[in-house]
């Protein structure tokens, strides 16, 4: 019986050949989108994962307000490991980070410039999961000049992965061991190093600074161990050890930080927050966001919705002509379960061959998906059982519901009404059918929106004026190894034409070193008359090389020894300090930092201010000091050709390092590369919300094609009264039309609402302007238009005579 079923099933799809490819392609192309979304969801949900002990590891982060700036850390003082163990039995181990941004090692007389390297202490191998390949975790990083790397690592240098005991050659001829061999860090790891070296043999982990925050910890509680008890005991380390530091360093209490309305305090973030939950400063890297987890997930949710929307009305409106054949059925002698079991069966032929070749385009779609989401999913590994039978689970849901119309509907038809054709009706009938265009276009429309707003959103923070020139900026990373050269290099950069500026220092707006600080007002150094700020080191050629303006005063200049003295600062720290003309006025340094106490330093100028933080954040004061940092350097090219430049720049540096690679950027791009989630959240949006829409118009066009079938005879009784094309093309397209336009006065608020929310994660953000609105409804109107209008002039056009034949 069930086989005879299934051929009734196939029989009626070859029949219908147009309606079921148009229901077949539909929920394919949802099914596929759908799970090329929650691949991308599922692999950002499972980061850190692999860690066995992964629930019980927190990083401690600090929480700073103090001297009007807030700091939200997920670095911590190099003390704070050790004080944890030593004062909490429930701690069973901690370990630190500490991550330098790039070093150079040898490989024959190759240099290789690596970025992945992290300062680590022995601990990390109770803390973390890390499959060991060769070496003994417990021996591993406990002597200083020692190295752990990772198998990629091992082959790239070694070319096996056996070799515990051998030696790396630094570019500055420092020899380390090589402690061990671990496997490749998981891609969903929150941190991705490919270098660890011992903690053992950094002097700056042995300081036991309570006030200076560089080092990433991590703790593992013990089984049973009550997290709330750790983070009740985090505010007396603060008033226990931290405390005292505050009073010498900055003359200041606890008591008086809160009666300024500002703090110092740690919290704990769990280890499997930090991927999605976490954006703090000094992250170990770029985190995702579980925004656009949120918006996926909406994402996938609603073109999934559309393709079962329209595979449910594309399915009944389709039925409603068979019921003349379940008249014939029933008089024939079926039972109303054996119509409801053929219905049900044509329905979920369909759900399975759809889902059959969703799983193909999900397959071939995969490559360019990864590109588009900047991942390396793998079919074969998300294609879990679990996974397989929840798709197997869901298309016979999909098939279930869309059948259950005809199946429970039609089935209950009594032959006699069915066979005098008294059950017949036309579109307008269909409220049921009209909801769900409805509804489907809702979706589409708001989908549309989002992504024109978040296009808008990025090309304003690619146009906004941010204080600084970022156009033909090349930036050399590491003229550190040039030491006593680099004066010479700068100088013959210029002597090339190549470059009309160069600066040299450690700090650029685009750049992740950054250095958190405190001035004061007074000589006395009193916490009241403090502030903090960045203080970053830069020499005279700094402010014209980066094209920035000056509000007031004027620039450090190399002809002027008092300017050793002198500092400029951003509008923002001028705000801040209460000078309404800081010119001449004095700022002190405190012990211990950038000279004696209470140092003064003149201020020359004021430089206005610049974004050196994402768009996502505000201005935060500044404080510029003439001086010379070597890490980086900045130049200024020469209009012109770029790639000649270029190649003098290299040209000139292999004359200086010949067995020095250069390392270089471009700032602009260094710039795209902050907003590089934004960039893909828009590109993925716009990708889904085109195919939201292709598939709510193949729905539309099965539709407009039933709406025409339905009424053929009385198109063809108006065509032979008089009726024009024109007027019969407007009477089939005027109600999918209307229902269109409701869709959109449905859509338009709840994707004001959603998007205005989403602005106001930035802090300099575009205006959702009404032509947003219009253009989107216009732009669905035509489209629309234009899927029933194909419908509407076949049938306008069609031989009255054929129509009315048979009448």
Same mark, same amino acid.
């Given at each position: ?8 099933a ?34 950002e ?12 590891i ?10 009007g ?18 004062? !909490? ?26 970025n992945?390297l ?19 975790p +417990? ?37 380390l061991?090589?402690?061990?061999? @671990? ?78 309305g ?23 890297s770029?985190?995702?966001n579980? *925004? ?17 929307v ?15 054949? *379940? ?13 409801i ?14 889902l059959?070749l ?16 900047g ?26 519901l ?13 032959? @006699? ?6 059950l /017949? ?7 049921l ?13 708001f ?13 304003? @923070?690619?146009?906004?004026?941010t204080?600084?020139?970022?156009? +033909? ?6 003229t ?77 200049s ?42 003064? !330093?003149?201020?020359?100028? *004021? ?8 768009m ?6 500044l ?9 980086r350097? /900045? ?43 934004e960039?893909?959240?828009g590109?993925?949006?716009? /990708? ?15 539709l ?25 093309? +407007? ?28 602005? +106001? ?17 216009i732009?669905?109107?035509l ?12 049938? /306008? ?11």
């Amino acid at each position: 019986m069930f086989r005879n079923y299934l051929k009734i099933a196939f029989r009626s799809l070859w029949k219908n050949k147009s309606f079921s490819a148009l229901n077949i392609s539909g929920l394919a192309l949802g099914l596929a989108a759908c799970l090329l979304i929650v691949m991308y969801v599922k692999d950002e949900l499972s980061y850190d994962r692999f860690n066995k002990n992964a629930e019980r590891i927190y990083r401690v982060d600090p929480d700073i307000k103090f001297g009007g700036s807030l700091f939200n850390l997920a670095s911590a003082p190099d003390i704070l490991a050790e004080t944890l163990l030593k004062d !909490y039995p429930q701690v069973e181990a901690a370990v630190r980070f500490r991550t330098p941004e790039n070093m150079q090692f040898k490989k024959g007389n190759d240099r290789i410039m690596e970025n992945n390297l992290a300062y680590v202490d022995a601990s990390i191998f109770k803390v973390f999961t890390l499959p060991v390949v060769d070496g003994n975790p +417990q021996q591993m990083l406990t002597e200083p000049n020692t190295v752990v790397i990772t198998e990629k690592t091992a082959r790239k240098y070694f070319n096996r992965t056996n070799v515990a005991g051998q030696f790396l050659e630094t570019g500055d001829n420092q020899t380390l061991k090589v402690a061990g061999v @671990i496997k490749d860090i998981p891609k969903n790891s929150h941190f991705n190093f490919d270098f660890f070296f011992s903690m053992a043999g950094l002097e700056e982990a042995r300081r036991n600074n309570w006030l200076s925050n560089n080092f990433n910890t991590y703790i593992l509680l013990k089984e049973g161990a009550s997290v709330d008890q750790i983070k009740a005991g985090l505010d007396q380390i603060v008033i226990k050890y931290v405390a005292p530091q505050l009073k010498e360093g900055v003359n200041s209490t606890l008591e008086e930080m809160e009666k300024r309305g500002e703090y110092l305090r740690y919290s704990l973030t769990p280890m499997l927050d930090i991927h999605l939950h976490s954006a703090r400063m000094a992250e170990l890297s770029g985190n995702g966001n579980i *925004v656009y987890v949120y918006i996926f997930s909406a994402v996938a949710l609603f073109i999934l919705l559309i393709a079962c929307v329209n595979f449910m009305n594309l399915s009944t409106a389709r039925s409603s002509n068979r019921s003349r054949e *379940v008249g014939i059925r029933k008089v024939m002698g079926s039972l109303r379960w054996n119509l409801i079991t053929q219905f049900l069966a044509e329905s979920m032929v369909i759900s399975f061959i759809s889902l059959l070749l969703a799983l193909v385009l999900a397959w071939f779609s995969l490559p360019w998906f990864n590109q588009l989401a900047g991942k390396t999913l793998n079919m074969q590994e998300q294609l879990t059982p679990l996974t397989v039978l929840s798709l197997i689970s869901f298309a016979a849901l999909v098939g279930l519901l869309a059948g259950s119309y005809p199946a429970f509907f039609l089935s209950g038809f009594q032959p @006699i009404k069915v066979l005098k054709g008294k059950l /017949a009706a036309g579109f307008k009938t269909g409220w049921l059918r009209n909801s769900l265009v409805v509804f489907q276009f809702s979706i589409s429309i708001f989908l549309i929106v989002g992504t024109v707003v978040i296009y808008n959103q990025l090309n304003y @923070i690619r146009n906004k004026n941010t204080g600084f020139n970022r156009e +033909q900026i090349m930036v050399l990373n590491n003229t550190q190894v040039l030491k006593g050269k680099l004066k010479t290099f700068k100088e013959e950069i210029l002597a090339s034409g190549a470059a009309s500026q160069v600066t040299v220092t450690g700090y650029l707006p685009t750049g992740s070193s950054r250095n958190t600080d405190v001035v004061f007002k007074e000589a006395t150094a009193s916490a009241d008359a403090s502030i903090t700020l960045q203080l970053w080191k830069v020499d005279d050629s700094y402010i014209p090389t980066l094209g920035m303006q000056m509000a007031a005063g004027r620039n450090f200049s190399k002809d002027l020894p008092t300017d050793s003295m002198s500092v400029i600062i951003n509008e923002s720290a001028a705000r801040l300090l209460g000078y309404t003309d800081p010119v001449n006025k004095m700022v002190y340094m405190p012990d211990g930092r950038l000279g004696s106490a209470n140092s003064p !330093y003149t201020i020359v100028g *004021v430089v206005k201010d610049f974004n050196f933080n994402s768009m996502r954040e505000t201005v935060t004061p500044l404080l510029l000091q003439f001086g010379r940092d070597n890490d980086r350097m /900045a130049l200024k090219l020469q209009s012109g050709n770029i790639q000649q430049a270029v190649q003098k720049i290299e040209s000139i540096w292999k004359s200086m390092a010949p067995q020095q690679p250069l390392a270089y950027s471009f700032m602009d791009e260094d710039f795209n590369a902050i907003y590089e989630s934004e960039q893909r959240t828009g590109k993925i949006s716009m /990708a889904f919300s085109i195919l939201a829409v292709m598939i709510a118009c193949l729905g539309l066009f099965g539709l407009a094609a039933y709406a025409a079938e339905q009424r053929t005879k009385e198109i063809g009784i108006r065509k032979v009264l008089g009726a024009s094309v024109s007027g019969i093309i +407007q009477m089939l397209s005027k109600d999918f039309i209307k229902l269109v336009a409701v869709a959109i006065l449905i859509a338009v608020p709840f994707a004001w609402w959603a998007m205005s929310s989403w602005l +106001q994660h930035f802090a300099y953000r575009t205006q959702i302007t009404w032509w947003v609105f219009a253009g989107t409804a216009i732009v669905t109107l035509l489209i629309a238009l234009l899927t029933v209008s194909f419908q509407a002039i076949r049938a /306008a056009l069609t031989n009255p005579v054929k129509s009315l034949k048979n009448e």
